[in-house]
């Protein structure tokens, strides 16, 4: 037991320098590593924070097995920008397509809430609402007042945002029981119209 802890000793005096600079190094990233899940931890977006409803949850998956189509895409968008010292606010305006299967039992009309939002630079808009007829025809939802320029850069290096992403509602009544869930889409499935 003595030469095993005089082998230790040996080795920590021989390489205290290496030691020391590799102690300083794994504090560094440590403290990086912390400060980047906390800063993520407070800008993160809460999608039931954003978006709210007093009716059942029911998995998205399980809500467009009732649809041929439920389709969400950008038709409009005029980007915030700055003017002068101002920012100018910007819209978004999305068409929603939604086609029922014969013999769904969802209502024929639905309540649909939209609202972008962005992690790493806290930005998030207020909720856009419509009431549609699923009868196959496009609906329009305008989100207004958009302040953020995008691309945007949250407080730590390496942290851009290209787009917000696009967080959806949908309140629905299915044998006279209320029921809502949540959707999310990229900007990358947002933005364009799909191809029929």
Not at 48 to 66: G, I, R
Request: hydrophobic content about 40%.
């Amino acid at each position: 037991m003595k030469n095993i802890f005089q082998s230790i000793l040996k080795f920590i005096t021989t390489y205290k320098k290496i030691i020391f600079i590799a102690l300083i190094l794994v504090s560094v990233v440590i403290c990086v590593f912390a400060t980047y899940i906390t800063e993520y931890n407070k800008t993160k977006v809460n999608p039931e924070e954003l978006l709210t409803s007093t009716y059942e949850y029911k998995d998205s998956e399980e809500f467009l097995e009732n649809f041929n189509s439920f389709v969400i895409y950008s038709s409009k968008s005029d980007k915030a920008y700055m003017d002068g010292d101002t920012i100018k606010k910007g819209t978004e305006e999305f068409k929603i397509l939604v086609q029922l299967k014969d013999g769904s039992d969802v209502s024929d009309s639905m309540t649909v809430k939209l609202a972008l939002a962005a992690d790493w630079i806290s930005f998030k808009t207020s909720p856009a609402q419509r009431n549609i007829t699923i009868d196959g025809k496009e609906e329009t939802i305008k989100i207004t007042n958009i302040d953020q320029i995008f691309p945007a850069t949250g407080k730590l290096w390496f942290t851009k945002v290209n787009h917000p992403t696009l967080y959806v509602l949908v309140e629905w009544n299915e044998f006279s029981q209320y029921y809502y869930t949540r959707l999310e889409f990229s900007y990358d499935q947002y933005s364009k119209k799909p191809i029929a």
